[in-house]
């Protein structure tokens, strides 16, 4: 986990809000800013993208090796064949093709429920 998880989790603790909600103490410039790193977004245009940034210590905001495994170098080319998940599309005629739409165009007003076909 990133971030500091709060202290106190009952309704006094400091970092508690009404209704159960729970104010953060990472700030969302904080994830983003790795996320920037990790797009290659130059240092000059992170002010831009992020415009509350300035807002926070630089040592509070996430950087590229805390978020993301900069150790690892992607491959160049598939490591292996992987064969294809679905079958090939065929040129010959289905045995049982499915029936006929049953209006002639598509609908677009929504029914409150579905429509029951009795067989052909």
């Known amino acids: 986990m990133l971030g500091e998880y709060p202290k106190d989790m009952t309704k006094n603790g400091k970092d508690m809000l009404s ?10 410039e904080s994830v983003w800013n790795a996320v920037g790193q990790f797009m290659d977004v130059e240092q000059a245009e992170m002010d831009y993208i992020l415009p ?40 010959v005629p289905s045995i049982n093709p499915s029936p006929a ?20």
Do not use: C, K, M
Request: glycine content about 2%; aromatic content about 8%; charged content about 15%.
């Open 52 to 91: 509350l940034r300035s807002n926070f210590d630089i040592d509070s905001l996430f950087h590229l090796e805390d978020v993301f495994d900069v150790t690892r170098q992607p491959s160049s080319s598939p490591t292996s064949i992987i064969e294809s998940p679905t079958a090939p599309p065929s040129y």
């Open 101 to 120: 739409p049953i209006t002639s165009s598509p609908t677009f007003v929504p029914t409150r429920s579905p429509s029951i076909v009795s067989s052909l």
């Open 19 to 28: 209704r159960g909600r729970v104010l953060p103490t990472t700030s969302w």
